[in-house]
Antibody, heavy 118, light 111 residues
């Protein structure tokens, strides 16, 4: 059974960098059938795709976030990470990591809440 | 890159059917058969219900079906049950980036 678990600070100061890690169990992030990515959901609002990474090294992110987003893999730990720089209050959200097989996001972490506040 | 357009809410009586629309452009929904649908109960994690426009993952009820015509995809839920009451989101691959884009979300209420 594939499981994903997000971890990272629940509070980030404005202008700083948000860093989250997703630990994968029951599957390998080197499996070339899958991409690994992040989705967020501001309080009371809809889902927003942030970005994906593939073992090949390919990364892609939402165009409006591209200048601030970095998604990367750590194969030694079977983890992948999200870095979002220069955060503001509008980046306050629940952040989900997920597995994407190109057709759909089939496995999700439970999500972690990140607040941006001084 | 704008979110795909969905109706904000849909209500129907138990046992009936509903259809949720998801309208995009030729750069996303209309251009590719990579439309997926997600169910999210309040405070819960999204669940994949449909992928590749009309395919169901193992374990998803056949009461859920998907289709597409032009730039609009649709999710139909037949035989509505109380547990179907949730938010539903469509998503599509987009040539812009490339990237993926979600819909605005639809709240389904079972009367």
């Amino acid at each position: 059974q594939v499981q994903l678990q997000e971890s990272g600070p629940g509070l980030v100061k404005p202008s700083e960098t948000l860093s989250l890690t997703c630990t994968v169990s029951g599957a390998s992030i080197t499996d070339t059938r899958y991409h690994w990515g992040w989705v967020r959901q501001p309080p009371g609002k809809g889902l927003e795709w942030i970005g994906n990474v593939h073992y090949s090294g390919a990364t892609y992110s939402k165009p409006s976030l591209k200048s601030r987003v970095s998604v990367s893999l750590d194969t030694s730990k079977n983890q992948f990470s999200l870095r979002l720089s220069s955060v503001t209050a509008t980046d306050t959200a629940a952040y989900f990591c997920m597995r994407h097989d190109g057709s759909g996001m089939d496995v999700w972490g439970k999500g972690t809440t990140v607040s941006v506040s001084s | 890159q704008s979110a795909l357009t969905q109706p904000a809410s849909v209500s129907e009586s138990g046992g009936q059917s509903i259809t949720i629309s998801c309208t995009g452009t030729s750069s996303d929904v209309g251009g590719y058969n990579y439309v997926s649908w997600y169910q999210q109960h309040p405070g819960k994690v999204p669940k994949l219900m449909i992928y590749d426009v009309s395919r169901r993952p193992s374990g998803v009820s056949n009461r859920f079906s998907g289709s597409k015509s032009g730039n609009t995809a649709s999710l139909t839920i037949s035989g509505l049950q109380a547990d179907d009451e949730a938010d539903y989101y469509c998503a599509s691959y987009s040539i812009n980036g490339p990237s993926f884009v979600f819909g605005t979300g639809t709240m389904v209420t079972v009367l």
